[in-house]
């Protein structure tokens, strides 16, 4: 059975309320906490579950469950918020480039089991990682192979996914890596150079004590930490650390010789490397039965999801937020009304795949589910300024959802398709295009039909004319695979291309609504009937030059809804995104730290 996050009973919630106090027995006798403490780490059993605890933070109904996961990674060149146009509430202006320190979705107060923020939830993980950190190593023997050293490692691991996405999200942060005690109640911000060693170091620890995905009960499933996903990560984490992003002083690499672009991007490599070399990962054979299965729920470690997040059926809002939308409870879900669409691809990216490439349905839905009668939902079509993600599909799931307020679906925090793409990236950066091809190649060998390998995965790698076209290439091969993963923002940034492909973006989407240029093609009509089992669309006029009536028993759909002020909505007019890379801190977190932190970048 799928593992869920879970309190761990009274033994969790009495460690983490007696190892916060301290002794009045003197230095002879030690305090109740530190008895508790040894009891805990110097059992296995005691110790697996408070790790298990580290992870309850995800599931926050603030935290990353209900607004860090539903908000964070739009817009960009490939994603936005469908709504992000609008103004009856400030939802949008965490996509826009224009969150404040009040925003009403992110500065509310911690009440118990709430999380507060996405801010305060990862700090409790944090501190509960802390927490396990110290005791396994004072009171375990965590060596390579044993349980404790297991649990070490993936309490280095869940810790640093905290910090990684705090610093993905905020910038310079406080580096807490020791439990809170009366003298570090209030830290300042860290350079989060500071931090990013920190957790590369804990990676590479973590590598050596955790097994490779089905070497070990717990490594037999993705919702447990394992070698790969620790290798992809820190792989991934070199690459951020080394890449551009906002500063106080402005958008550039890290000044920390130990951050540089030559060091950094050869432990990407290696790491990289060391996960495709090991055997214990690999491509599904097709990228529409990967995302069946995710949405099926199927968890079998060993194949391309690398590590998830694992969300409780009664927690978690992937489909929920991001889901193909449905209008209301029908023959796919009893999750409520109006679920999915919260979010989707940009107008123009189903144009500017390949019309062969099998990752463009899978990822670019022009429909949603329409009001059910007699609880039957049809396919309808949407509109031109607001597709849906094909990734998340109540429609493939095994189990229907009946929660009202969640759907229990993990979070895919990092699949095998990201390593490959890192090594590919790396490489070219250090080796040249001739050591990063295989790598492209293997991605889009799995996106083409074996009858078009020659043409456009052979041809296609082997004629980009250098290291610049290889990159170029890197950079819209990711896009093609991860659009609507919520991976794309952090990558432009580190590139140094936030703000260029956000404009390119732009100019593309007013060709599109001109039918001018690249877009003078795509017709402004569509034509549907229904299949035979009176749900589903038959669609002509999506592709491009399909401008014929296709007659009579169809019906024509105006697809050319695209104004200005959705179009300029992707970034906020008047403001440069690369002054906003980062939400800023949220004023509560502001008013009670003492003092010690502020904004930074204008807010």
Same mark, same amino acid.
């Given at each position: 059975?799928?593992?869920?996050?879970?309190?761990? =009973?009274?033994?969790?919630?009495?460690?983490?309320?007696?190892?916060?106090?301290?002794?009045?027995?003197?230095?002879?006798?030690?305090?109740?906490?530190?008895?508790?403490?040894?009891?805990?780490?110097?059992?296995?059993?005691?110790?697996?579950?408070?790790? @298990?605890?580290?992870?309850?933070?995800?599931?926050?109904?603030?935290?990353?469950?209900?607004?860090?996961?539903?908000?964070?990674?739009?817009?960009?060149?490939?994603?936005?918020?469908?709504?992000?146009?609008?103004?009856?509430?400030?939802?949008?202006?965490?996509?826009?480039?224009?969150?404040?320190?009040?925003?009403?979705?992110?500065?509310?107060?911690?009440?118990? =089991?709430?999380?507060?923020?996405?801010?305060?939830?990862?700090?409790?993980?944090?501190?509960? #990682?802390?927490?396990?950190?110290?005791?396994?190593?004072?009171?375990?023997?965590?060596?390579?192979?044993?349980?404790?050293?297991?649990?070490? =490692?993936?309490?280095?691991?869940?810790?640093?996914?905290?910090?990684?996405?705090?610093?993905?999200?905020?910038?310079?942060?406080?580096?807490?890596?020791?439990?809170?005690?009366?003298?570090?109640?209030?830290?300042?911000?860290?350079?989060?150079?500071?931090?990013?060693?920190?957790?590369?170091?804990?990676?590479?620890?973590?590598?050596?004590?955790?097994?490779?995905?089905?070497?070990?009960?717990?490594?037999?499933?993705?919702?447990?930490?394992?070698?790969?996903?620790?290798?992809?990560?820190?792989?991934?984490?070199?690459?951020?650390?080394?890449?551009?992003?906002?500063?106080?002083?402005?958008?550039?690499?890290?000044?920390?010789?130990?951050?540089?672009?030559?060091?950094?991007?050869?432990?990407?490599?290696?790491?990289?490397?060391?996960?495709?070399?090991?055997?214990?990962?690999?491509?599904?054979?097709?990228?529409?039965?990967?995302?069946?299965?995710?949405?099926?729920?199927?968890?079998?470690?060993?194949?391309?999801?690398?590590?998830?997040?694992?969300?409780? @059926?009664?927690?978690? +809002?992937?489909?929920?937020?991001?889901?193909?939308?449905?209008?209301?409870?029908?023959?796919?879900?009893?999750?409520?009304?109006?679920?999915?669409?919260?979010?989707?691809?940009?107008?123009?990216?189903?144009?500017?795949?390949?019309?062969?490439?099998?990752?463009?349905?899978?990822?670019?839905?022009?429909?949603?589910?329409?009001?059910?009668?007699?609880?039957?939902?049809?396919?309808?079509?949407?509109?031109?300024?607001?597709?849906?993600?094909?990734?998340?599909?109540?429609?493939?799931?095994?189990?229907?959802?009946?929660?009202?307020?969640?759907?229990?679906?993990?979070?895919?925090?990092? +699949?095998?398709?990201?390593?490959?793409?890192?090594?590919?990236? #790396?490489?070219?950066?250090?080796?040249?295009?001739?050591?990063?091809?295989?790598?492209?190649?293997?991605?889009?060998?799995?996106?083409?039909?074996?009858?078009?390998?020659?043409?456009?995965?052979?041809?296609?790698?082997?004629?980009?004319?250098?290291?610049?076209?290889?990159?170029?290439?890197?950079?819209?091969?990711?896009?093609?695979?991860?659009?609507?993963?919520?991976?794309?923002?952090?990558?432009?940034?580190?590139?140094?291309?936030?703000?260029?492909?956000?404009?390119?973006?732009?100019?593309?989407?007013?060709?599109?609504?001109?039918?001018?240029?690249?877009? #003078?093609?795509?017709?402004?009509?569509?034509?549907?009937?229904?299949?035979?089992?009176?749900?589903?669309?038959?669609?002509?006029?999506?592709?491009?030059?399909?401008?014929?009536?296709?007659?009579?028993?169809?019906?024509?759909?105006?697809?050319?809804?695209?104004?200005?002020?959705?179009?300029?909505?992707?970034?906020?007019?008047?403001?440069?995104?690369?002054?906003?890379?980062?939400?800023?801190?949220?004023?509560?977190?502001? @008013?009670?730290?003492?003092?010690?932190?502020?904004?930074?970048?204008?807010?």
């Amino acid at each position: 059975m799928k593992h869920k996050i879970i309190i761990a =009973g009274l033994i969790l919630a009495s460690l983490f309320s007696a190892c916060q106090e301290f002794s009045e027995e003197g230095l002879d006798a030690p305090g109740k906490s530190t008895l508790e403490e040894a009891e805990v780490f110097s059992n296995e059993g005691l110790t697996k579950s408070a790790v @298990d605890g580290i992870k309850i933070a995800f599931a926050d109904t603030n935290g990353h469950r209900g607004r860090f996961l539903p908000f964070y990674g739009f817009n960009t060149d490939v994603e936005w918020y469908n709504a992000s146009e609008s103004t009856s509430d400030d939802k949008p202006d965490l996509s826009i480039y224009d969150a404040k320190p009040n925003n009403g979705q992110m500065n509310v107060a911690l009440t118990e =089991g709430g999380g507060g923020n996405p801010w305060t939830s990862m700090y409790t993980g944090i501190e509960r #990682a802390n927490m396990c950190i110290r005791g396994i190593r004072k009171y375990a023997d965590p060596k390579p192979g044993t349980e404790f050293g297991y649990l070490l =490692g993936e309490a280095l691991t869940l810790r640093a996914v905290y910090y990684a996405d705090l610093v993905k999200a905020h910038g310079d942060v406080p580096a807490r890596f020791e439990p809170v005690n009366s003298e570090t109640i209030y830290l300042a911000k860290s350079n989060r150079d500071v931090i990013y060693k920190q957790i590369i170091q804990d990676l590479g620890e973590a590598a050596t004590l955790v097994p490779w995905p089905n070497e070990s009960p717990a490594t037999s499933s993705v919702e447990r930490i394992n070698k790969a996903f620790v290798k992809g990560l820190r792989a991934r984490l070199a690459l951020v650390a080394s890449g551009f992003q906002q500063y106080p002083d402005g958008v550039r690499r890290s000044n920390d010789p130990e951050l540089s672009v030559d060091k950094m991007y050869k432990l990407a490599l290696d790491e990289s490397r060391s996960v495709i070399l090991s055997g214990k990962a690999n491509l599904e054979s097709s990228f529409e039965t990967f995302w069946r299965k995710y949405n099926q729920e199927n968890i079998a470690a060993g194949g391309e999801s690398l590590w998830e997040i694992p969300f409780a @059926d009664g927690r978690g +809002r992937m489909l929920y937020s991001f889901a193909v939308k449905h209008t209301d409870s029908d023959q796919f879900h009893k999750n409520g009304p109006n679920r999915g669409g919260t979010a989707g691809p940009l107008p123009f990216i189903f144009y500017d795949y390949d019309k062969s490439d099998s990752r463009r349905d899978v990822t670019c839905v022009p429909y949603i589910y329409g009001k059910p009668v007699n609880g039957i939902a049809k396919q309808e079509l949407g509109a031109l300024n607001k597709w849906c993600f094909g990734k998340y599909r109540y429609e493939w799931m095994k189990r229907l959802v009946t929660s009202t307020n969640d759907d229990g679906v993990n979070k895919i925090y990092m +699949r095998y398709a990201e390593v490959l793409l890192i090594a590919a990236e #790396a490489a070219n950066e250090l080796e040249g295009p001739a050591a990063a091809a295989p790598y492209l190649k293997e991605i889009r060998r799995r996106a083409f039909s074996a009858a078009d390998h020659a043409q456009k995965v052979d041809n296609y790698v082997n004629n980009l004319g250098g290291k610049t076209a290889m990159f170029n290439a890197i950079v819209d091969e990711n896009k093609y695979e991860f659009t609507g993963e919520m991976e794309r923002k952090q990558a432009l940034i580190r590139w140094n291309l936030l703000k260029v492909k956000l404009d390119e973006a732009k100019q593309k989407m007013f060709d599109l609504q001109k039918h001018i240029g690249e877009y #003078a093609d795509v017709p402004t009509t569509l034509y549907y009937k229904y299949k035979a089992d009176n749900v589903s669309l038959e669609i002509y006029g999506l592709n491009r030059g399909e401008n014929v009536n296709p007659g009579a028993d169809y019906t024509s759909f105006a697809w050319n809804v695209l104004t200005d002020s959705k179009i300029n909505s992707i970034y906020k007019v008047g403001i440069d995104p690369n002054t906003r890379q980062f939400w800023p801190i949220w004023q509560m977190i502001l @008013d009670g730290s003492n003092g010690k932190l502020f904004n930074d970048y204008g807010y």
